[in-house]
């Protein structure tokens, strides 16, 4: 493709990435389209998309498709320009091997492909048709309890790998997530293997997998108080089980709102006032100040002018094969974005959690000791030694 005429912002390496993935998801919705069948499930579902996204369940058919569809290329490129800023902060984890990615609720996957595109270019790895997603050195995984979006994840995952441009792929493990419901997931997940021994008796043997994350990502996953409330355990858990120097990192809309700004209160409650240390292990959670935390870009920029341009390039199509079925009002809100002249940005709020933790040593066991005798430590290069709490 040539990208001489094409706009500066266009013409970077994550570009030419939101370029190729703008076309294979044109391409790929574009056949679901042809079917009049699916075109009126996708149709009928993007008022539910648009304006219920807290309370659907993402089950109904046509709704992984219509949340692609409106969502999909937008939060890509939020999530490129959210790894560029931390990257810029030297706040992205790295290891030369074993980096590990949870993505909760990740719906249609843009984090995931974002974040593949990151740790693909970061860490100088060109992932193609012979490469073996469990050799590549991060891997990514995935919360997901939409039999929808992991269908969608399957196919759309298959199709991009397949016919993308470039030939590089996206580490995306496609329907195979390990986790499906967020609420009492776990981290250290126990299965019993059974085998018969060699005098034919039947015996087993019991196994733990212990999942540890290097970056957890949460983008348009809490959305109200009382939800995040009810995953106070599970959002402590996501911190606990983070690794040294792991980051957690929460994406959604913009904090100036009260919905939000309780919600985003009580997630910075919930990190902050977890126990993280253990018997060998000292550790502290802290919120990562990063100037200012609300992001965005416009409707009206390179990007915005590209998003505009393929939700018309869908309506169009939706208007040949399900007209009736759009929703006026999804008509309406639409087709006013797309107007040339429509500038509004596109904001979010970031906010970024990072874990650190350190062996017990034999001079913080004493520390300790002073401190349970109600005495000081004595000071070593002339500064008070740091003791967790
Ligand atoms: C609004 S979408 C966000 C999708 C994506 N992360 C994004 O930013 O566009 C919320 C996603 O969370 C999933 N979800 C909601 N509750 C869940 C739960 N308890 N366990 C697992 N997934 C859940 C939904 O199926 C949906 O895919």
Known sequence: MSTRRLPEALRSTNGKRFLELEMLIKEFLSSRMKDPEASRAI??????????????????????????????????????LIFSLLSEKKLMPMRRTGLKILDVGTGPGPSMFAVSDFYSAALGININKNSDFRDTPFSIDYVERSSQFRNWLHHFTEFTNYYSPTKKQWAVPYHHGTFYDFKNLE??????????DDNGDSDFLRHITRHRFDLIVFSNFLTTKEQTVSFSKEIENCARFLRNNGLLIVVGAKSCSKKYKEVYEEIEKTILSGRY??????????????????????WHDAHGQRLKSIIKHFLDALDVTA??????????TLSDA???NYKRAI??????FRKKTRPRTKAFKQELHYLRQNTSPPERNGQMPIVEQ
Not at 49 to 57: A, G, R
Not at 187 to 192: A, G, K
Request: hydrophobic share 35%; aromatic share 14%; net charge negative.
């Open 347 to 352: 904001e979010w709020e970031l906010m970024v």
């Open 323 to 332: 007209k009736d079925s759009i929703p006026m009002e999804v008509s309406k």
């Open 43 to 80: 149709a009928s579902q993007l008022l539910n998309v648009l304006k219920n996204c807290d309370q659907i369940t993402y089950e109904e058919e046509g709704t992984a498709e219509a949340y692609a569809l409106l969502h999909f290329l937008d939060r890509y490129h939020r999530f490129q």
């Open 338 to 340: 797309i107007q040339p």
């Open 277 to 298: 240390s253990t018997r060998k292990y000292t550790a502290r959670c802290f919120k990562v100040d990063i100037d200012n935390s609300t992001m965005g870009y416009s």
């Open 187 to 196: 981290f250290d997940q126990r299965s019993i293997e059974w085998f018969t």
